[in-house]
């Protein structure tokens, strides 16, 4: 049986939407020949601690594709090794002021772990601009051909023009543009997302 693993984006989880719609569409409508698991964990705030638990959970459950949305596409990109996607990813998390700010948050979907709440301390943005600073260190050829990148023509949160030029200087021919915003709808997913995998014969 094919394996995905999602990385959900900021102040997220594993029990998002788009988690369900995933579900969906690689085993709920998928032929039985085409199914495919999705793992979909929730992700520590500090990357100190969230980067280290995805690369184990990573070389544990060994994913055929992992596919990660902004701040998951950001991690996504770096589990070296795996085919992956990085759906908008957010390579400076730690410059989007509107979003890391430092004071309570609460998180959009359900946690395992039952919060509702978190906060952002200074430190975190630090542990954040420090993984930032590092996050394309050690690309491989192999990995140039492992990892793609899809940027949304209308996202205003992590903008394709800057985004997608990050990307090409590490990835070079690996990335597409589609129409649409920074979240993965069912629109996107069925219409984008999908096509894109199977054109590629990701799974």
């Keep these: 049986m094919k394996k995905i693993m999602y990385l959900h984006g900021f102040a997220s989880s594993g ?5 369900e719609l995933l579900r969906r569409e690689f085993w709920e409508k ?7 698991a999705v793992v979909a964990p929730d992700i520590p705030l500090d990357p100190l601690a969230a980067l280290p638990m995805l690369k184990e959970l990573a070389d544990r459950e060994r994913p055929d594709l992992v596919i990660g949305t902004s701040m998951g596409g950001m991690y996504a990109q770096q589990l070296h090794g795996f085919a992956r996607i990085c759906v908008n ?3 400076t998390l730690s410059d989007k002021y509107s979003v890391l700010f ?10 395992r772990d039952g919060e509702t709440e978190f906060h952002v301390t200074k430190e975190t943005i630090a542990h954040f601009r420090e993984m930032e600073a590092h996050q394309f260190d050690g690309v491989t050829d192999e990995d ?3 990892c793609h990148g899809l940027f949304g023509d209308e996202d205003d949160t992590v903008f394709a023009s800057e985004a997608r030029p990050v990307f090409e200087r590490h990835y070079p021919g690996m ?3 589609f129409h649409g915003g920074h979240r ?3 629109h996107l997913v069925v219409h984008t997302l999908l096509p894109y995998i199977r054109n590629l014969n990701l799974l």
């Design 184 to 186: 993965l709808n069912a």
């Design 144 to 146: 140039r051909a492992l």
């Design 89 to 91: 990813p957010s390579f």
């Design 102 to 111: 430092v004071g309570k948050h609460k998180w959009m979907n359900r946690r």
């Design 175 to 177: 990335s597409s543009l």
């Design 30 to 36: 998928a032929a039985p020949n085409r199914r495919a």
């Design 15 to 19: 029990a998002s939407g788009t988690v």
